[in-house]
């Protein structure tokens, strides 16, 4: 993927299992990439389903990003989606790990900026169970004190969140 100012370039973390989806009859999670992952990019890029890989909109390639460089994915350690929701008519973003957590430094970097621009952040945690990956997600948030009581509040209900 590339806009007018980023290109993917050697990162390959969204197709790699780091963002979970299903493509095709493959469910794609840590420890299972797509299938159509080559590890230096898509085999079937010109033909890659509409949903998830061409709506997939990674904070970081996206035009005018506000994630600074060093903040790409395969560097970073984390994948961002802006606005992947809305609380209270406000914009909240995700973060997710490239690994099993978001390295301190990028999740500072996140936190900061959700604080600045007053846009909740939820961010996910890879559960291992005897040092595998077990495709579920521990989800966190930071913002205020009324978002996060919403926030546990949707996740004691087992509420889809995206
Ligand atoms: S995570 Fe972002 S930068 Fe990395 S391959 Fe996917 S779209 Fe490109
Ligand atoms: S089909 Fe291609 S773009 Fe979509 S997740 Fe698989 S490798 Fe990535």
């Not at 846009?119 to 996060?148: A, D, S």
Request: net charge positive.
């Amino acid at each position: 993927m590339s806009t007018g100012n980023r290109s993917c370039g050697s990162c390959t973390a969204c197709c790699d299992g780091w963002v979970q989806m299903v493509i095709g009859d493959n469910p794609v999670h840590p420890g299972s990439p797509c299938p159509h992952s080559t590890g230096k990019g898509c085999a079937i890029y010109s033909d890659r389903p509409v949903d998830p890989c061409v709506n997939f909109h990674c904070g970081w390639v996206i035009k005018d990003s506000p994630l600074p460089g060093w903040m790409q994915p395969q560097t970073s350690g984390c994948i961002v989606l802006f606005n992947k929701l809305s609380w209270n008519n406000i914009p909240v973003d995700l973060a997710m790990p490239v690994g099993v957590k978001i390295p301190q430094r990028s999740l500072t970097w996140l936190k900061a900026f959700s604080e600045q621009h007053g846009r909740p952040l939820i961010f996910t945690e890879q559960i291992m169970q005897k040092g595998k990956y077990t495709n579920q997600q521990k989800v966190l948030g930071h913002g205020t004190v009324e978002f996060q009581q919403n926030l546990l509040q949707w996740l004691k209900e087992g509420r889809k969140l995206w």
